[in-house]
């Protein structure tokens, strides 16, 4: 059981690390490839693509925290430090999925009336950032394997995020430490 969670948590750290660099390459080569999409001159592109690559390496750094724990010290909880520190960072990453859409208005007013497509690339980058973010802090919508996908077909519903677990965990032991008082 240890081995196949090991294999797991290694499985997420290097899935999500992986992307982290390879978006930067793919990002590369298609504004290079297709210029007229002009993407390294939206300011939308930049603040999603940013999102996105911030929220990655949130859980590239999470996964890794929780594989080398679990290596070493035998238990995968993350530490309570680590959670209180995502759940700081958590603040910010709505803030900028807030302010975010300010960034489309400006390029679309900026570039109007010829918007570059690059503007859609921009918008789907966003929406996939938006889902890494719910990903990652509230509901697993990634189902990967045969388990996890049993499990919802069985439940009809999705999964509580492996960080929403760790933060009711520092939840509660800030209550509880408050009732000890």
């Known amino acids: 059981m240890r081995n196949r969670v090991l294999k797991r948590l290694s ?7 992986t992307s982290l660099i390879m ?3 793919i990002s590369y080569l298609v504004n290079y490839t297709y210029p007229d999409l002009r993407l390294y001159s939206l300011f939308s592109f930049w603040s999603s693509f940013l999102l ?3 929220l990655l390496l949130q859980g590239s750094i999470y996964w890794y925290v929780k594989w080398k724990r679990l290596k ?18 958590k603040k910010w990453n709505i803030a900028m999925i807030i302010i975010i859409p300010a960034a489309f208005i400006a390029d679309y007013y900026m ?3 010829s918007t570059p497509q690059g503007l859609g690339i921009a918008a ?17 919508l990634s189902y990967d394997n045969r388990a996890d996908i049993n ?6 519903h999705f999964k509580q995020a492996s960080l929403s677990k760790d933060f009711k965990r520092l939840k509660n032991s800030k209550t509880e430490s408050r009732n000890f008082r």
Do not use: D
Request: proline residues 4%; contains cysteine; aromatic residues 22%.
């Open 11 to 17: 499985y997420l750290c290097t899935g999500e690390t």
């Open 23 to 25: 978006f930067v390459f």
């Open 52 to 54: 996105l690559e911030f």
């Open 72 to 89: 070493r010290e035998n238990t995968s909880a993350a530490p309570i430090r680590l959670v209180k520190q995502l759940w700081a960072i």
């Open 111 to 113: 570039w109007h009336p």
């Open 124 to 140: 789907f980058i966003y929406t996939f950032a938006i889902l890494e973010y719910v990903n990652y802090f509230h509901i697993q």
């Open 151 to 156: 499990s919802l077909k069985q439940s009809k």
